[in-house]
């Protein structure tokens, strides 16, 4: 037997509660909308108006952690439920043999999944400059290069510089406003392409959702504003890199305001969303240092995610002729990380890449550094990561073992 919880106002709750009882529904609790985001675990399915107050983001993650679904009754704008990949709305005064059928439509259709999967990737690194934001632009360009659809979204609450480096204003509306009509239930693809500024590269048109222009500006990238901003970033764009800010949230849960904002609570909602993370670490003893300390609660805050390291700007200055063995023997024994991926230090790329404010692959297409990120690009592909066989490249293999380094 089916069971359901009605949220919907009376006395029309209770007389659909009889009627889906004729049905073989057990109408399991009628309660206020108001009580409704605990009830969700006791029943099979939801049924709620089809309002903005009553589809919110919180009542869909509710249904979505215990797998129940969500009937919408009443007259509603088609974008609000498809917004959340809902069926279309049934009309108000629905009967309870058509709210019947209709929860047996959804329990045996096959759900679809999308032949290659959507992703967040998060760009983290510690403090120190290691990179993050160049290998963040990069990586989106050479994900774009695969024939993914890809955006790039800055959310560096403490240094956010994609606008910048893509010679873009920093008065663009960018991930802010995305994150303020998210809030509003009105984030959808149409209005994330209207946010965003596109970018032509060498790989095609890039969508970019810049930063805010002010570090001040952060609690507009509160927790929940951001979660709901990268869930729709999700279903808009195939691939979206995210830059983040090196700093966790930890030390602010130690203040006296535990319901205020957190400072960077940005960073730590990014990487709890990322499908995956992208550590990167400058090739010298000071950024190895910093890196090995914060990784721990990179893994902690991350887990389950897969999390792949990158060590940017290998040189040997720092640690003499063998950095790379010095580096991958350091990381291994510190923090059990097998096989990092290494990029080469091209201060003259990157250089280049500033003066024209464009990506690297632009200015110097047959940079070793571009090469180096093109690699880590075509690892991370889903066809890569999937299906061993094609993922021959030394990049492709070291993304594989990144997983179970990641647990040593």
Do not use: K
């Not at 999944?113 to 160049?134: E, L, N």
């Not at 010679?167 to 009105?186: K, N, Q, T, V, Y």
């Not at 400058?282 to 910093?290: E, K, Q, T, V, Y």
């Amino acid at each position: 037997m089916t069971h359901v919880v009605i949220a919907i106002p009376e006395p029309r709750a209770t007389a659909l509660a009889e009627e889906l009882a004729l049905e073989g529904v057990d109408a399991v609790a009628v309660v206020p909308l108001a009580e409704l985001i605990p009830v969700p675990a006791l029943a099979d399915a939801v049924i709620v108006p089809a309002t903005r107050v009553a589809l919110s983001p919180d009542l869909v993650a509710a249904c979505d952690r215990v797998g129940a679904r969500i009937i919408a009754l009443g007259e509603a704008d088609v974008r609000l439920t498809e917004r959340y990949g809902l069926r279309p709305a049934l009309r108000a005064d629905a009967s309870g043999w058509e709210v019947a059928a209709c929860l047996a439509d959804d329990r045996s259709a096959p759900r679809e999944t999308p032949a290659t999967p959507h992703r967040v990737i998060a760009v983290w690194g510690p403090q120190g400059a290691p990179g993050r934001s160049t290998l963040a632009v990069q990586l989106a360009v050479e994900l774009a290069r695969t024939g993914r659809r890809t955006a790039l979204v800055d959310a560096d609450t403490v240094a956010p510089a994609l606008a910048l480096l893509l010679g873009l204003s920093d008065d663009a509306p960018g991930i802010a406003a995305a994150c303020r009509r998210g809030e509003l239930g009105a984030l959808d693809d149409a209005e994330l392409t209207r946010l965003a500024s596109v970018v032509d590269t060498s790989a095609g048109p890039l969508e970019v959702l810049g930063g805010i222009n002010r570090p001040s500006r952060w609690p507009e990238l509160s927790a929940a504003r951001l979660a709901t901003a990268l869930q729709a970033c999700r279903h808009w764009a195939q691939d979206t890199v995210v830059d983040v800010a090196a700093a966790f949230d930890a030390d602010d849960e130690a203040t006296y305001d535990l319901s205020g904002p957190r400072r960077h609570a940005a960073t730590t909602t990014a990487l709890a969303e990322a499908d995956r993370i992208i550590a990167v670490t400058a090739c010298d003893p000071l950024s190895i240092s910093r890196f090995l300390r914060d990784h721990a609660e990179l893994r902690r805050l991350a887990a389950p995610t897969p999390i792949s390291v990158v060590v940017n700007r290998l040189r040997p200055g720092p640690l003499g002729l063998d950095a790379r063995g010095q580096v991958r023997r350091t990381l291994e024994r510190f923090a059990g990380i097998a096989d990092p991926v290494f990029l080469p230090d091209e201060p003259r790329t990157a250089d280049a890449a500033l003066l024209h404010a464009r990506p690297m692959s632009d200015v110097v297409p047959r940079s070793a550094l571009v090469a180096g990120i093109r690699g880590l690009a075509t690892a991370l592909a889903p066809e890569a990561t999937a299906d061993s066989s094609r993922g021959s490249s030394r990049a492709s293999r070291r993304l594989r073992r990144a997983p179970a380094a990641r647990q040593a």
